[in-house]
């Protein structure tokens, strides 16, 4: 019998089986370790510690590419620039006159509008003779197209209401004809609407000009929102369209106002139109249609805290100031309006401690003084110096909170109304002054202080014109000391984040 250890063919198989048994295992090895290093090099991403969100633990990524990690990360897509803010190039405005009234209220427009940096157009139902020096200081007068296919079977309305419904759409056609780009917003208002356009910029500002925006506001008047409709904007107190939704009203208004021959007005029009596509109204404060009659200054010394975008129905509401016309009256804002027009008739309330006085500021417009600590909930709400639209109605008429003018002449306010408006550019403050109206004066067996000693209210304020970027707040108010006689002193400015207005 042979040894097999001393057969050198089966010592050479055995070594031959050795070797392949290695080579494999080897093989089996490189290949974990291939496919170990793609699945590190994949599973964590650029920084090297990775949370895993769903396992809850990191993971530590030691394998780097030094080849990739020696060269500069480029990014082959330029940034996105910046996107411009709506300015008052991008809005064209339509207003809507009659020539029997424009000699009149072309005044009103003249107030605010600034033809080197506006765009618009006047629509009249027919020519009216023109002074070339209103060409300057007034946009183009167009004349409205034909309406005479269209029924209106309105027994107390006017044909026109279908011409000024179709302004928006005329407009549109218009300056799609002069290839004019940029333009977001279509603005509607009257010959007797007064815009503050750097406000109107900042409401408008806020929303996406690419979609579909319907912007305004209701009556004053809760039974004309009852008789129209609480979701329809007031032509009057002026309404935003944005670009998109113009077009799209331009394409199907003719065939909607077809549909509604029985209704009143334009307004109404234009709301039936809105609603057959689908948009709601989005209502903004500042926007006033100003359906009332008498006095504005229970509604203008209790603005809500928004900006004050539009006045109307100026021909029908007494002067706002006193002892003054109209227009006179209106040109006397523009003062504070530059100056600050974002804090415009912006209500501040505050309390003479010492002297049991309440002070209430309508900036840039007038201050009250009362006897007695009033507190704050009533004195935002409007004093009732108006009456009603519909003037049998009584103070559940109004679509807001009113408070009744006190008969009490110990509680009827001291009022001083604006004088002038400076701007100190050295310290960044405005001071406006305001001078006590003689019919203020009443007597009264109050055993307290007199406001009537009181001549001028002098107001410091420093310019805010991003304060309706933040979230709203009624301004603070502060008495401050002087020494100056007859002369109450007051600080007006953004509250403190803990400042409360307390009574006592």
């Known amino acids: ?78 940034p996105e620039p910046e996107p411009v803010k709506t300015n008052i190039s991008h809005i064209v405005f339509g207003i809507a006159a009659s020539a029997k009234l424009w000699n009149q209220r072309k005044n009103y427009i003249k107030l605010w ?20 020096r209103d060409e300057r200081v007034l946009p183009p007068l167009m004349i409205s197209g034909n309406t005479s296919r269209f029924k209106y079977k309105n027994p107390k309305g006017l044909r026109s209401a279908i011409r000024i419904s179709r302004i928006i759409s005329e407009t549109l056609r218009m300056r799609r004809n002069t290839e004019e780009e940029g333009v977001r917003w279509f603005v509607m208002g009257d010959d007797d609407t007064v815009f503050v356009a750097e406000n109107l910029v900042r409401v408008l500002g806020k929303y996406d000009h690419e979609q579909f925006y319907y912007i305004g506001s209701s009556s004053e008047s809760h039974l004309q929102n009852i008789h129209f409709s609480y979701s329809m904007a007031y032509g009057g107190g002026g309404f935003a369209i944005s670009y998109p939704l113009a077009k799209q009203l331009e394409k199907m208004q003719d065939r909607c106002i077809q549909r509604y021959p029985g ?5 109404d029009r234009i709301q039936a139109c809105m609603a057959e596509l689908g948009v709601p109204l989005t209502r903004e404060q500042g926007f006033h249609q ?42 006397r804002l523009k003062g504070p309006m530059e ?48 009456l009603n639209w519909y003037q049998r109605a009584d103070y559940t008429g109004y679509a807001f909170n009113t408070r009744p003018f006190s008969r009490n002449t110990c509680q009827k306010p ?78 007006v400015g953004v509250c403190n984040e803990d400042e409360v207005v307390e009574l006592r």
């Not at 097999?4 to 048994?21: A, D």
């Not at 394998?63 to 990739?68: A, G, K």
């Not at 209704?263 to 307004?267: C, E, I, P, W």
């Open 1 to 78: 019998m042979k040894n097999s250890s001393n057969n050198p063919e089966s010592s050479f198989h055995s070594s031959w089986s050795m070797t392949k048994l290695m080579v494999f295992s080897l093989l089996i090895f490189l290949t974990y370790i291939s496919y170990s290093i793609k699945f590190v090099s994949h599973s964590s991403p650029c920084n090297n510690n990775n949370k895993d969100q769903s396992l809850g633990f990191t993971t530590t990524t030691h394998l780097i590419n030094h080849s990739q990690s020696e060269l500069p990360v480029s990014n082959s897509d330029p």
């Open 113 to 132: 509008w600034k033809p080197d940096r506006m765009k618009g157009v006047v629509w009249l139902d027919r020519a009216v003779s023109t002074d070339p």
């Open 263 to 267: 209704l009143y007005g334009s307004d």
């Open 290 to 331: 100003f359906d009332v009659y008498g006095s504005l200054f229970g509604l203008l010394t209790a603005h809500p805290i928004a900006p004050l975008v539009s006045l109307h129905h100026l021909d029908v509401v007494q002067p706002i100031f006193p002892d003054t016309n109209r227009v006179k009256a209106l040109e």
């Open 339 to 386: 100056l600050d027009s974002a804090g415009l008739m912006q209500q501040s309330i505050c309390y003479d401690k010492s002297r049991s006085w309440t002070i209430s500021i309508s900036w840039g417009y007038a201050v009250q003084i009362f006897r007695g600590i009033f507190s704050v909930r009533d004195m935002e709400m409007p004093a009732r110096t108006f």
């Open 414 to 491: 001291f009022a001083y109304y604006l004088s002038k408006a400076t701007y100190d550019s050295n310290t960044n403050r405005t001071t406006t002054e305001y001078v006590l109206n003689r019919t203020s004066n009443m007597t009264c067996k109050w055993k307290m202080p007199d406001p009537s000693r009181i001549q001028t209210v002098e107001v410091y304020k420093r310019p805010d014109p991003y304060i309706w970027d933040k979230a709203p707040r009624r301004n603070c108010c502060r008495i401050l000391p002087t020494k100056k006689k007859g002369t109450l002193l007051i600080d």
